[in-house]
T-cell receptor, first 112, second 114 residues
Framework: SQKIEQNSEALNIQEGKTATLTCNYTNYSPAYLQWYRQDPGRGPVFLLL?????KEKRKERLKVTFDTTLKQSLFHITASQPADSATYLC???????????FGGGTRVLVKP | DTEVTQTPKHLVMGMTNKKSLKCEQHMGHRAMYWYKQKAKKPPELMFV???????INESVPSRFSPECPNSSLLNLHLHALQPEDSALYLC?????????????FGSGTQLSVL
């Protein structure tokens, strides 16, 4: 069966450090992968999109990598700040379909 | 304007009630979506509209009835819901039809069914 797995345990990190989140998938052939941020009681907010032929994407303090051989994406927040505290969701769309499916999300807590 | 506006923000309804959720965007997006999110779970796709036509229905029960009156508006009509339908209902839009790239989400309607 198809699965998108993110670490369900919260990630506690000290301000200024780099947070690294993992998204693993099975039985998917994603055309691209997206990362969203979600705050409690709010809708997800788009952060980054990386395509299957791209290895790495950056946006300000955010970096995402995509390894289709390992079937894994890593999401990095460098120089983390308390304002980065939120749940981060990865999401996949397959080339053959047009449905966006989300992973379970990882909660990040940045402590001052 | 890069917002997706959803109303109401909160809704409490009985199992025999009929209510509607509304969603509006003025970004010129031609794809609009309804997602359902239970507490501590990821959003789950319910419906997709492309160019005001229903393109995906994820086997959603008929007590949920979507409607897209025009390219800026999306409604979700609710009738005879069950308590397990209580959840955050999220509307989203995207520029490109069918590609699901860069979805803009509203803040959602928190629905409680008594």
């Amino acid at each position: 069966s198809q699965k998108i797995e993110q670490n369900s345990e919260a990630l506690n990190i000290q301000e200024g450090k780099t947070a690294t989140l993992t998204c693993n998938y099975t039985n998917y052939s994603p055309a691209y992968l997206q990362w969203y941020r979600q705050d409690p009681g709010r809708g997800p907010v788009f952060l980054l999109l990386i395509r299957e032929n791209e290895k790495e994407k950056r946006k300000e303090r955010l970096k995402v990598t995509f390894d289709t051989t390992l079937k894994q994406s890593l999401f990095h927040i460098t120089a983390s700040q308390p304002a980065d505290s939120a749940t981060y969701l990865c999401a996949l769309t397959e080339a053959a379909g047009n449905k966006l499916t989300f992973g379970g999300g990882t909660r990040v807590l940045v402590k001052p | 304007d890069t917002e997706v506006t959803q109303t109401p923000k909160h809704l409490v309804m009985g199992m025999t009630n009929k209510k509607s959720l509304k969603c509006e965007q003025h970004m010129g997006h031609r794809a609009m979506y309804w997602y359902k999110q239970k507490a501590k779970k990821p959003p789950e796709l319910m419906f997709v509209y492309s160019y005001e036509k229903l393109s995906i229905n994820e086997s959603v029960p008929s007590r949920f009835s979507p409607e897209c009156p025009n390219s800026s508006l999306l409604n979700l009509h609710l009738h005879a819901l069950q308590p397990e339908d209580s959840a955050l209902y999220l509307c989203a839009s995207s520029q490109n039809r069918g590609t699901n790239e860069k979805l803009f989400f509203g803040s959602g309607t928190q629905l409680s069914v008594l």
